[in-house]
């Protein structure tokens, strides 16, 4: 049977190969082995339930929270010749009684329906008359008060799964905490159920943290180099989106806004423009984006700093569902972190507490000198496995300006050896350099060995060298001194065992302290 899901993957689908888990989530539907399956948005999840309903004899029930989604959904499935039908509240009577009689001559394969409409005697009398072979839940992380989006009317599938003893049930996510997890599973009744869980690491997704300079000039800088690209900008306020809206329009782009203040039908109509590539971007409050299918969206920009990780990786989640590279870049300032501070200090008590944390793991991403996609994919309780990605800002910024220190780093740490402990960065650095300054001279330290043996550098390279030294954990500075001191792994390095390498600091200090102290 895993032979014929690969053939439909191909004949039907125009895809070679499975993506990560699809080829053994189908296997176990098809066993009708009980299934939950937790992928990231853009994994592939539609596939795991569409392909078995091809093989499977009787019908596919799939339980979608969107109307919207629904109908997309059934369209292209329309396109790919695969025999799909929807029932829900927007059909008209006509549509309506068509698509049932079609369900009863077993002229359909995969049945779409919003829980409401699968609650309704009409609807639950007209299934039992069916063979069901497959019970689907999609965004399964409804029926859980500790998703996103609890919906209610979720709470009762596992009744109405009692009509369908010999269908398997199939429940898809991208939600990953435990909590929803187990909720699902035991609302659901999934006894002996397999559980998949996909990595959340999108490979084909370049992440970019970039200084918050000026905005405007630093995202047309973006455009110029995309295009006719699809992409999203979000921004924090319906403020903002009228403002950047107005700015990229003016400079001649193919824009329009979308945010919560505009009305329903001017949103559906800015979206659809959107989708259809009718224009090239779209710059929008966190209201856009559910629901949304579209492969091809290269980019996704944030203008400001989104509100926590789950939002961020959902937004730029938008991007590169076809697999191929899309570019996400998020402009970072500390009056961004700032605001969102003040937002949350107006909250109170545990709501307050899970804002902190929150923020927390929002900007320990951000200030990562290190591989991005390490505290992304911690923070989903998943351990990257790799020391670098090479798709971010920082992997890439490192190949590029990474350099050997060692010898540097010697003559920085044997001078702080040599003085004790007791001097801060500056110091030692003027040291190095030969400053003939008062304190240096009355201390005797123009006689150490160390004095003037840095002239090769700048006051200002040696500070940074310092901080460099600070992040490798070689040197640690005393809170109420700000004297520097050795740690235990600054001997192998001293002694010529271990090596430093890095990047010294980005960010310019003033030119002040470039000056020789002398
Ligand atoms: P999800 O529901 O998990 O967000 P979808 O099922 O909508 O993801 O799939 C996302 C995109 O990936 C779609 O454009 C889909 O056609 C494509 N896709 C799914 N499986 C494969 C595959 N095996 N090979 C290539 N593309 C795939
Ligand atoms: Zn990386």
Known sequence: MVKEAKQVLQETFG???????????????????DSLVIMPTGGGKSICYQIPALIFDGLTIVISPLISLMKDQVEQLDEYGVPALFLNSTLTPERYSENVRKLKKGEAKLLYLAPETLMMESTRELLKGLTVDCFTIDEAHCISEWGHDFRPEYRQLATVRKDFPDAVCLALTATATPRVRDDIQQILEMKDSETFVASFDRKNLLLQVVDKQEPLEQILDFLYTRPKQSGIIYCFSRRQVNELYSDLKHEGHSVRPYHAGLSEAQRTRNQEAFIRDDIQIIVATIAFGMGINKPDVRFVIHHDMPQNIESYYQQIGR??????????????????????????????????????????????????????????????????????????????????????????????????????????????????????????????????????????????????????????????????????????????VLKGDERVEGILDRTQATSDEDKPSR
């Open 15 to 33: 895809y070679n190969q499975f993506r990560p888990l699809q080829e053994e989530v189908i296997s176990k539907v098809l066993k009708k082995k």
């Open 319 to 492: 991007a590169g569902r076809d697999g191929l590279q899309a570019d996400c870049m998020l402009l970072y300032s500390y009056s961004d972190k700032q605001k969102i501070q003040y937002f949350i200090n107006q909250k109170e008590g545990e709501e307050k507490k899970v804002a902190e944390k929150h923020l927390d793991a929002l900007l320990h991403f951000l200030e990562y000198d290190g591989c991005r996609r390490k505290p992304l994919m911690e923070y989903f309780g998943e351990e990257y496995p790799h020391d670098e990605c090479g798709m971010c800002d920082n992997c890439l910024q490192y190949k590029d300006n990474m350099q050997n220190y060692t010898e540097q780093a010697q003559k920085y740490m044997s001078c702080i050896a040599r003085t004790d402990e007791t001097y801060g960065a500056y110091y030692i650095a003027d040291i190095l350099r030969g400053s003939k300054q008062k304190k240096i001279l009355e201390n005797g330290h123009d006689k150490l060995s160390t004095y003037g043996i840095g002239q090769e550098w700048t006051k200002n390279q040696w500070i940074q060298l310092s901080r460099l030294l600070l992040r490798k954990d070689l040197l640690k500075k005393d809170p109420e001194h700000g004297s520097l001191k050795l740690t235990a792994a600054a001997t192998a």
